[in-house]
């Protein structure tokens, strides 16, 4: 006769990494298994490609060993474990069409007798998740990383800081050879819907226009602010965009790959209608998955850990349904549907969007302010 889950003593943990990578997923799995092992000896299985490695047959399933987690892993990008963004199980593509295989996920779960499993992934991801976790009872603790920083309630997201870090340093080297070919550099960068890696990015590494989704520009604002440096006897300048900026029209610039609509390339259109203008000659660089795959920094992998434990400390307690969150300086938790209720964007009262209007740098037009 089995116990009841509540009477039940947590043996066995299952962990996975969701959607795109991103610099500090080692450390959070690093941090799981060894507080689950030192702290509880719980065992942890880590699933394999995200949700695929519980749809597929056999499963795609390790038993995680001290083994895995030799030194040099924490530094490492990526997971070990590998991920998947495109595996919706509520739609998923097979065999020519789309199907739902969230009842093998479900099954594979209890297969395996896990008392509680641990997802680090976006708000995509914890949607998709928590679904299932309803229909199938699935005990599901969730971590937040996306390099966006824009999943709702949390202040951060693991991997946000490290693909920051990526962005500056890129801006570090364009300003040498914009200087010394006296061009305007144009960075384009990631961040989807949300602005946070442009501005945190913009302020360090010295751009002089700033340019997010949340915020109106014009080509002619642009211009104007590049003629002020000019006249200030400064030859070149630094401007890094946001990939999903509109056009001044307000269309988004995409492209088609694999009969899929993704945002890029919205950085040479600004190069283009700048050099339509003026004489200023530009260059663009689009920094693409570099700032994925980056080597994580120390504050992700810091807050890698510290999300890692408190995530099986919950599951210790038997709090179930819950998102690890940073907020004031502190890990806590909320509920899954509240922390991805909302989608954290740029405000417009956001103290970095004042230090940038404090420096000089462009942001949009006035008239938003």
Known sequence: MKL??????????????????????NAAIRSIFLTAKKSYKIEVYGIRNGTLGLIKRPLDVQKLSYKNFEGFLIKQGGTFLGTNSKGDPFKFFKNGKY???????????KYL?????????????????KKISDIGDLKIVGIPKTIDNDVGVTEYSIGFQTAVD????ALDSLQSTAASHGRAMILEVMGRDAGHIALNAGIAGGADVILIPELKYTIDGIIKKLNEIKKNKIGHSLIIVA????KENGGNVVYNYNKEKRFGGIGYYIAQEIMKKTDIECRVTSLGHIQRGATPVAIDRILASAFGVYAVNLIAKRKFNRLVVWQDRKVIDVSIEEGIKDCRKVSIED?????????GIYIGEKSIF
């Open 243 to 246: 990939e999903s900026v509109k």
């Open 99 to 109: 199907v739902d295989v969230t009842k093998k996920i479900i099954s594979a779960y």
């Open 4 to 25: 009841k889950y509540s009477m039940r003593k947590i043996k066995k943990i299952g962990v996975l990494t969701s959607g795109g990578d991103c610099g500090g997923l």
């Open 351 to 359: 103290t970095l969007i004042k230090t940038a209007m404090s420096l």
């Open 113 to 129: 007798d896990l008392d509680g499993l641990i997802v680090i992934g976006g708000d995509g991801s914890m949607k998709i998740l």
């Open 166 to 169: 990526t962005a500056t340093k």
